[in-house]
């Protein structure tokens, strides 16, 4: 069946209820920064073993980012690291320019450390080095989302092209252990759940009734929350741990439509302000990466 893709623009968000025009455009702003430095990163350094192994691995549970060494361009971080600097001043979140007042080899290693510390979901190694610049905490675990985004989309492009992630069981990234943004009920598939990863932007399937953050399945534990803004639109929560994540029901669209991830995931905000004010919190991954090389950019084109 041919689907009629959602418009895809970010740009079609202006006007939207809860949402600001500043918002919109500081979004846009990022997503232009990601497409530019994902352009960059062509042929990603990413040796995977035999699918056999992979397989091995996803049965104990462990992503592709636990077993396979990950490559840091460091030019290309750095450079993506000035344009976000950029965007974030331009923007009035930031009123330091730290890129003019880092030496080079300074900011080099203040973005390593701040790409090592995101990718390995070393908090609190992120926010010493928010301290040592000094940024604002919340300031830097965005600035640090977008920085490495990049290089995780080229990572699980690359690598979904020879691996297949139909066995693959667990509430979080199969590529990066990155915890699931977002999810979906398909239409097509009589309600098939799905779950999405931000910061690989791909989706995996997953149990209807079980929170991905905890396994929890406990029926009177799990809950969801509608609003009166959009149908199609809800908050799965659990009271068990406390999460909480925004899902599209495609089976509420009156016409055959398919989700854009990211552009749900910037119109949900009102969704992430509900959850919230009720006392539902965004999940902290706990996946170690045990090897991370900081590669020559020539390694990447």
């Avoid at 098939?192 to 791909?202: F, G, H, M, N, P």
Wanted: glycine share 4%.
């Amino acid at each position: 069946m041919n689907k009629r893709k959602i418009d895809n623009t970010l740009s079609s968000l202006y006007g939207q209820d809860g949402l600001s025009d500043s918002f919109i455009s500081f979004q846009i702003d990022l997503l232009e920064i990601s497409k530019k430095y994902i352009k960059k990163i062509k042929s990603p350094a990413l040796v995977l073993p035999d699918k056999e192994l992979i397989q091995q691995h996803f049965e104990n549970g462990s992503p592709i980012i636990t077993f396979v060494p990950i490559s840091l361009p460091q030019d290309i971080l750095v450079s993506c690291w000035k344009d976000l600097i950029k965007v974030f001043q331009s923007h009035q979140i930031l009123s330091t320019d730290f890129s003019s007042k880092t030496k080079t080899n300074s900011q080099a290693k203040l973005v390593i450390g701040i790409s090592k510390a995101v990718t390995s979901f070393d908090n609190d190694a992120l926010q010493k080095l928010a301290k040592s610049v000094p940024m604002e905490s919340s300031t830097m675990t965005l600035i640090s989302r977008e920085l490495v985004k990049p290089i995780f989309h080229s990572l699980a492009d690359h690598a979904k092209k020879s691996i297949s992630f139909e066995n693959w069981t667990e509430g979080y990234c199969p590529i990066c252990g990155n915890l699931p943004n977002f999810a979906r009920f398909s239409k097509e598939e009589e309600g098939k759940r799905y779950l999405w990863c931000e910061r690989c932007e791909i989706e995996w399937g997953f149990q209807r009734v079980c929170c991905p953050f905890c396994k929890n399945t406990d029926h009177a534990k799990l809950k969801f929350l509608t609003t009166n803004h959009r149908e199609e639109l809800r908050i799965d929560v659990c009271e068990n741990c406390k999460g909480y994540i925004k899902t599209f029901d495609e089976r509420k669209l009156e016409e055959e439509g398919e989700i854009i991830y990211f552009k749900e995931n910037v119109a949900s905000l009102f969704l992430d302000m509900v959850a919230e004010e009720k006392g539902y919190t965004i999940q902290i991954p706990t996946i170690q990466k045990t090897e991370i090389i900081i590669d020559s950019d020539e390694n990447f084109h």
